[in-house]
């Protein structure tokens, strides 16, 4: 049997490296990034009394509601297509139907 029927066969997982340096400088830009939008919601939250209107909170209700609508709208829209194929790659379909592009250049 060859070393790739073995692999195949084989019920533990492929041993992937995954750390290399790559690797780490991801984490240390994520967990920078994480720790910033920490500093940056503390100090946002704690500069003082920032007195809201009403209408300020209306607003915001309204903008809340209008990005779950568009949100709810497009994953239904995905689901709605992938389900009814839109998603299948195209497909040449060859017959007495297709357009006869000579013909059309010619301007018959």
Known sequence: MSDKAADE???EPPTV?????G???VLTVLSLLLVA????AYLGW???DADVPTSGYVAMGFGVIFS?????????LLFYSSRKGYDEPAVLIE????IDVDAADRGA
């Open 9 to 11: 066969l084989s019920s």
């Open 17 to 21: 490296h995954r750390n290399s340096i």
């Open 23 to 25: 690797t780490w400088i």
């Open 37 to 40: 939008t920490g500093v940056v």
């Open 46 to 48: 704690s500069l003082g």
């Open 68 to 76: 779950l609508l568009v949100g709810i709208g497009l994953m239904a």
């Open 95 to 98: 017959g007495s139907s297709a």
